[in-house]
C-alpha cells in the first residue's frame, strides 16, 4: 500500500427520530481502518451491539497488524458475534448491530460487510455499491419478488438476514479493493442511504473538496430530507503515496 496515501473524514448524527445516537463509528488513518455499525432499536441492546462489535473488531485487527487477511476478519465478526450474543442474553432484548468496515493491509483494502450499512466507491465519475444489503428486501428486487419500491419491499427491509447478534452468528462477506489514486470510498449507515438519493450522493463525492466537506454535507442532507435516523459517513479519499 506504499503506492497510496489516503485523505480522510468521519461523522455521524443523531437525526430527529430518535433521543440518542445509536450508530458507532471508528477512524484511524495510519494504518487507515473504518468502521460503521449500527444498533437494531433504539434499546439497551442496540447501544450494547454496536458498541462491543466495534471495539471487538478493532481490537482484533489491531493484532493481527500486517498479518491482516480475509480469515482475520472473518474470526474479528465471528468473536464480535460470541461477545454480542453474550451480551443479549444479559440484557435480555434485542440486542444486535450491523457493521461495514475498511482496512489497509499490504494485499490492499479490505472490506467487510454484514447487514445493510453500505460501502461504496466513486471511481471515474461512477459511483458502484460494492457490498450487499443482507435483507429480505434485497434479494426481493434482484429475485423479482416484487418492486424496490413497493410497499412489500419497504417493510422487508427492516428483516435483516444477517447482522452480529443473529443467533446463526452467520459470516461476514469479505472483499478485496484494490485503490487508484482518485477513488472516493464511502461507508455509511442507512440512515444516510434512505434519505440521500444516489445521485446526491454521487454528486457531493464528486466534490472538489475535502472530505470533512462532503462528510458533513451527507448528513446535513439526511437532516433536511427529514432525519428520519441516526446517521454516520466515513469518507476515504485515494490519493497517490
Known sequence: MTDFAF????????GRRYSDNFDVVHLTQEPLLAVVADGMGDGEGSRAAGRTTVDVFIDRIRTAGDALDAATLRAAVAE?????????RRIGQLTGCTLT????????LWLVQIGDSRGYRLRDGLLEQ???DHTMAWLG????????DSPEAHSARY???RYVGHSARPEPDVLNVAPRPGDVLLLCSDGVTDQVPYTRIREVLQWAADPDRQVRRLLADTEEAGGDDNATAVIVQVTSG
Open 7 to 14: 485523505r480522510t473524514a468521519a461523522g455521524s448524527v443523531a
Open 80 to 88: 464480535a458475534q460470541v461477545q454480542v450474543g453474550a451480551a443479549g
Open 101 to 108: 468496515a475498511l482496512a489497509a493491509s499490504s494485499a490492499g
Open 130 to 132: 460494492l457490498t450487499v
Open 141 to 148: 428486487a434482484v429475485n423479482g419478488w416484487y418492486p424496490f
Open 159 to 161: 428483516q435483516l438476514t
